[in-house]
């Protein structure tokens, strides 16, 4: 399920490596819609991890993203998994992810999902 939002970049967090095969990065955009502000925390897995590196904070962005959930021990959980970000007002439209010439990478399949049992 491949969804957009646009906001400003308020936090990035460091690279984690959760095991041997898996990474993963965080970090929080704030959107503003019907009068209230919220902070979205997405995630960036494996080989995307630094795709928010080109970006500051405080800077506006479009993030395309995939919600993943799954159920584990009784517990239901949703991950906000990023794929794409792109600077608002960008020429190329592309954002820096995508070298030029080239089209942006398509959003991930189900089975470039690594996390298995994990609960996060």
Same mark, same amino acid.
């Given at each position: 399920m491949a969804l957009e939002l646009t906001g400003k970049l308020v936090e990035k967090f460091e690279e984690q490596q959760i095991s041997e095969k898996f990474k993963k990065r965080e970090f929080v955009v704030e959107t503003s819609e019907n009068n209230f502000t919220e902070q979205i925390k997405f995630e960036l897995v494996q080989d995307r991890t630094d795709i928010i590196d080109p970006y500051k904070i405080g800077e506006d962005i479009k993030v395309s993203f995939n919600l993943k959930g799954r159920k584990w021990n009784d517990k239901y959980f949703v991950n906000v998994q990023a794929w794409r970000?792109?600077?608002?007002? +960008?020429?190329?439209?592309?954002?820096?992810? +995508?070298? *030029?010439?080239? &089209? &942006?990478?398509?959003? &991930?399949? *189900? *089975?470039?999902?690594?996390m298995g049992d994990a609960p996060f």
């Open positions: 970000i792109d600077r608002i007002g +960008a020429d190329n439209g592309q954002g820096n992810n +995508a070298p *030029e010439g080239f &089209p &942006p990478p398509p959003p &991930p399949s *189900e *089975e470039d999902d690594f």
